[in-house]
């Protein structure tokens, strides 16, 4: 596995791994699978780590910890704190107040196992605190030791500009891929490659949908967060459909799966570029980490741009929208 550095120091995999439907919103949890998943990642060279408090809530971090327990040394730790949670799961709001900000990092520590966190970033932007206040805390966090890099997620390119003015950020961990381009048109891109941030592609596989395992939205399992999302319903749904069946020609003229077309394009955008696909099944991790070494050509990438542009996708990414990009 080739590596990229986020920010100007922060080496990683130049593919992480997401933890999170490994604990929670997907359906189908398996403790054992899961870890069986998270020691072939390391062994095959994705060393990059993503998970978070809310993520459970809490339990993600303690499956985590199980690994970290013997491989700590071979692991880039990245977890996160903003959205808060009860152990029951019921969601408090998001909570950037610096006496929060140091709580929930002890807290993550703790489970996790660790005396250090690699990448510690806030989870949603707090629209109640200036984000000076949240970044400040989380600088202290990084001269007591108890993170070494820092990073947010969701923000808009104001907000990173007065978070990057407290403390450098390694990272903006923002959704992006294929029926996700929000990032190239709100200046979001163009802001963290100002400043020198490094971006995390979360959901690089558009939560499964680009790799055409979901023919119908009743595909979707039952309990899972994805049956509740606008891009997944009715005529949303069928509209884009059209995008998998575009990524799904081009796979097959180069004889891989979508998904892993899927990947190349993101890692295509740039080596400031690390996306974090999450699975919890062995044949999918190898899958995804097989894109690593599929480079697509200049016509390629064309016919992929022009198939699924900026905006092209039907219906909003969350049902909520107001806590992203603010």
């Known amino acids: 596995m080739q590596q990229r550095k986020l920010g100007s120091e ?21 403790d054992a699978t899961s870890l069986a998943v998270l020691n072939r990642a390391i062994d095959l060279g994705v060393t990059f780590l993503d998970t ?24 880039t730790l990245a977890t ?31 489970r996790l196992g660790v ?5 510690y970033y806030q989870h949603r932007v707090d629209p109640n605190v200036p984000i000076e206040e949240t970044v400040g805390a989380m600088a202290e966090l990084v001269a007591a030791g108890k993170v070494r890099y820092l990073g947010l997620s969701e923000a808009a390119p104001a907000t990173i500009r007065r978070a990057a003015a ?38 690089p596989l558009g939560r499964g949908f680009l790799t055409g395992s979901f023919a119908t939205p009743d595909a979707i399992p039952e309990g899972d967060y994805r049956r509740f999302m606008p891009r997944m319903q009715g005529e949303n749904f069928a509209a884009n459909a059209a995008l998998v069946a575009a990524v799904q020609e081009v796979a097959a003229e180069l004889s891989v799966t979508a998904g892993q077309v899927a990947l190349a394009w993101v890692l295509a955008q740039g080596d400031d570029v690390v996306p974090i696909p999450g699975t919890k099944r062995l044949a999918y991790l190898e899958e995804n980490i097989a894109a690593s070494e599929i480079v697509l050509d200049a016509a390629t990438l064309a016919a992929l741009n022009a198939a699924a542009p900026v905006g092209a996708a039907a219906g909003d990414r969350y049902a909520d929208m107001s806590t992203v990009n603010r």
């Open 166 to 203: 407290v403390h450098p950020i390694a990272a903006l961990q923002t959704e992006w891929s294929l029926w996700t381009r929000d990032v190239e048109s709100n200046d979001v891109l163009a802001t963290v490659r100002e400043l020198g941030i490094g971006f995390v592609a979360y959901s």
């Open 80 to 110: 996160k704190f903003g959205n808060e949670r009860l152990a029951d799961g019921t969601f408090v709001g998001v909570n950037g107040r610096p006496d929060y900000v140091r709580s929930a990092c002890d807290a993550s520590l703790q």
């Open 10 to 30: 922060l080496v990683v995999s130049a593919q992480g791994l997401g933890c999170m439907g490994m604990s929670d919103f997907y359906a189908g949890r398996d």
């Open 115 to 119: 005396d250090t966190i690699d990448l």
């Open 52 to 75: 978070a408090d809310m993520y459970g809530p809490f339990t993600n971090e303690v499956l985590l910890s199980n690994v970290l327990a013997t491989r700590r040394d071979e692991i």
